[in-house]
């Protein structure tokens, strides 16, 4: 909906809401005309049902206004004497208009010094549970709204099975644009497979201010453009959802609005020059590893490599054993009984699986070894004498292909070498040609839903032949650290200003082999309560958190006992 359709739908809700209780402003004392004057109709509403003012803002904050309906309509029957448990099911089931039959019944009564304290032990109960779940969505919202880390995208710098805390308000929160949606969930309502929201009306994007702007190579949550998937992981075709719905992704900022990036033999260039990377930023590469004598994995474990795949021959291998341990593999090299190889991660097969199935397992090496490094690790591997040789690799070999953005055949970019490509600010010309509309028209059609078209070499906008495009946004390129197994910009191109969630501050809780089942989780404590987008070594603030909670709870504690005394 635009924002005169949504002017129009509150127009008509005033003069509905006019209709059904005009004669109840009246039976308390104000003047019936004012129940048809926007906003000053609710707070005098407010004054009829012995309710502060400030309830009135709850009704204009999305999702939060969905809760809060419901309340105002019971409260409202309630105030003119309706008070049985079926005069509640009605104000609720019939969306508020239950009240038009008390607006217009012969005997009204209003109770102006009615009791606000719930008559029952379920009705307190429920009334707590509804203002807790109001609190908890405006935090969840507009604040700080708690993630996982699902994927290794930019391992080494946050790690699968990190929880983090995003916050809302660094770059401005934004605003919900599905209008009804289960509160404090995201695309699906837990545990059920349900969609959470309804796809229209959608509200226009609107963003609060915020106190600072995305700067370069800072980790930023966004709504995935590409999204098509309704669960995390789980492809439905076609599946269109609104950008507050998409799933969220965690990625490094490399390039902001206005810049030019290039990707040169694997290494990021920003306007001409070398990308200078964050302290924290642990970005991998891939190397190859040299030796003679064959490169060991378990010497590369011992050196703290704990990401890397190794190979083992199983001489006595049966099916039984087979799905004991696949579990643990990764995939096969050789399914041939005689000769049966199979890929581990770097822990290998646990010593006791293998004990229980009596395996005869071989480590096999090669005299080469591809490995997913940082550059410190690969001077560390280099300085162990370990091996003979190690040297980075990348792809040299550029063919046009429809794999990377902008999947344009004319375009022969690769993940190690890519652009040059301008990132495109809000309020900045761009000249257009047939040859670069590839890389913008994503962005001028359905982002900034505009009509586009390419006829005999000409550029139509909205049916007016042009050469260049003003955009309504800023945009920004996202890359993963761990970037030969992230699935990032370089393959669906811009992060619209639209889809910014927030900025991870926090990683409060950490699990090794979160996807492992829970008797393999191991809590990483050295992580617990750690910054994310901060200078120098990551430490940790679980010790103060814990110190600032106990005395949260103790003075609290005497601040019970001492009521209690008085």
């Known amino acids: 909906m635009t924002l005169f359709q949504w002017f129009m739908f509150f127009l008509i809700i005033q003069v509905i809401h006019g209709l059904g209780t005009w004669k109840l402003y009246k039976i308390a004392g104000f003047n019936p005309l004012y129940s048809f004057i926007p906003v000053y109709n609710g707070l005098i509403l407010m004054k009829i049902l012995n309710r502060p003012s400030w309830w009135i803002i709850l009704l204009f904050i999305p999702i939060i206004n969905l809760l809060i309906f419901p309340v105002i309509w019971v409260e409202t029957s309630r105030s003119f004497g309706k008070n049985s448990t079926i005069d509640t099911l009605l104000s609720i ?152 719905k998409k799933s969220n992704y965690v990625k490094r900022c490399v390039a902001i609005p206005s810049d030019t990036l290039e990707i040169i033999n694997g290494i990021i260039h920003i306007n001409g020059k070398k990308s200078i990377m964050p302290y924290r930023a642990k970005p991998l590469y891939t190397y190859k590893a040299y030796s003679s004598k064959g490169v060991s994995s378990s010497a590369l474990i011992k050196l703290g490599l704990d990401d890397i795949n190794r190979e ?31 890929i581990t991660k770097s822990k290998g097969i646990p010593y006791n699986v293998r004990s229980e199935q009596r395996l005869i397992m071989t480590e096999l090496t090669d005299y080469s070894k591809q490995l997913i490094i940082t550059e410190k690790q690969a001077e560390l591997i280099h300085k162990s004498n370990i091996i003979d040789s190690i040297k980075r690799t990348f792809r040299t070999v550029k063919s046009y292909n429809t794999s990377f953005f902008p999947n344009d055949i004319k375009y022969n970019w690769n993940e190690d070498n890519f652009g040059p490509i301008v990132m495109p600010e809000k309020g900045k010309k761009i000249k257009l040609n047939s040859k670069n509309l590839s890389l913008y028209k994503k962005l001028i059609r359905d982002y900034e839903k505009n009509e586009l078209t390419l006829e005999n070499g000409i550029i139509k906008i909205n049916n007016i032949p042009t050469s260049e495009y003003t955009f309504n946004q800023d945009y920004y390129w996202m890359m993963g650290d761990n970037r030969y197994r992230s699935e990032d910009s370089r393959f669906w191109g811009f992060v619209p200003e639209d889809h910014i969630v927030g900025k991870p501050v926090f990683i409060w809780f950490s699990i090794d082999g979160i996807n492992d089942g829970i008797k393999n989780w191991k809590i990483r404590w050295e992580r617990v309560f750690s910054t994310v987008n901060l200078d120098g070594e990551p430490k940790s603030y679980r010790w103060h958190f814990l110190i600032g909670f106990l005395i949260i709870v103790g003075y609290s504690e005497l601040n019970k006992r001492r009521k209690k005394r008085k």
């Open 93 to 244: 089931v019939t969306f508020g208009l239950f009240i038009y039959s008390i607006n217009y019944s012969s005997k009204l009564i209003h109770i102006k010094d009615r009791d606000l304290n719930p008559k029952t032990a379920f009705g307190e109960w429920v009334s707590s549970i509804i203002f807790a779940i109001v609190l908890a969505t405006i935090v969840h919202t507009y604040f700080i709204q708690p993630y996982i880390i699902p994927t290794g995208s930019l391992e080494k710098t946050l790690l699968i099975g990190d929880f983090l805390f995003v916050s809302k308000f660094h770059y401005g929160a934004r605003a919900p644009q599905s209008a009804v949606s289960f509160p404090m969930v995201h695309d699906t309502i837990v545990g059920t497979g349900i969609r959470s929201y309804l796809n229209k009306p959608q509200i226009p994007y609107f963003r609060l201010p915020g106190f600072q702007k995305i700067t370069r190579n800072e980790i930023v949550t966004f709504s995935w453009p590409a999204d098509t998937v309704r669960q995390f992981f789980i492809k439905e075709k076609g599946v269109k959802k609104p950008i507050d």
């Open 312 to 342: 083992f021959k199983i001489s006595n291998i049966t099916q039984n054993k087979f799905d004991k341990i696949k579990p643990y593999i990764l995939g096969i090299a050789d399914n041939n009984p005689e000769n049966f190889i199979v």
